[in-house]
């Protein structure tokens, strides 16, 4: 289809969007870039933020991604996320939660490496709870 964009976004639990839509727009690290169809091709890397999809003229899906990369290619955009919540689905009790989680996780930190990593889910679930 020439008026529409292939684009799969993946985390390392499962594949949580595959379709054709009008436009994908990323957040890079560098900035968002939106994706429409014929592309040029490249890879990015992503910082957390919201992938918004647009269909039919509107948004049609938002997820959250901590992290990972894009790539563009003919066959269309592929995003590899650390780790994506889709917003229609995700409850602020849910979200809230998980943010409790990993804050007792930064307070249990025994060493720097398990203090990086909670600071780091604890930064991503204060950013999913404002997106959401």
Request: hydrophobic share 55%; net charge negative; aromatic share 6%.
């Amino acid at each position: 289809m020439a008026d529409k964009v292939h684009f799969e976004l993946v985390s390392p639990e499962r594949r949580l969007f595959s379709a054709d839509v009008e436009m994908v727009v990323v957040p890079g690290s560098e900035g968002d870039f939106a994706v429409l169809p014929d592309h040029a091709p490249f890879v990015a890397l992503l910082r957390a933020g919201v992938v918004e999809v647009h269909d039919a003229g509107k948004t049609s899906a938002r997820l959250f991604v901590r992290g990972g990369f894009a790539q563009v290619t003919p066959a269309g955009l592929t995003v590899l996320a650390e780790e994506a919540i889709d917003l229609a689905v995700a409850t602020k009790d849910v979200l809230a939660a998980r943010l409790a989680d990993a804050e007792a996780n930064l307070a249990a930190a025994a060493d720097d490496a398990q203090r990086i990593l909670a600071e780091s889910q604890v930064t991503a679930f204060r950013q999913v709870l404002e997106a959401a």
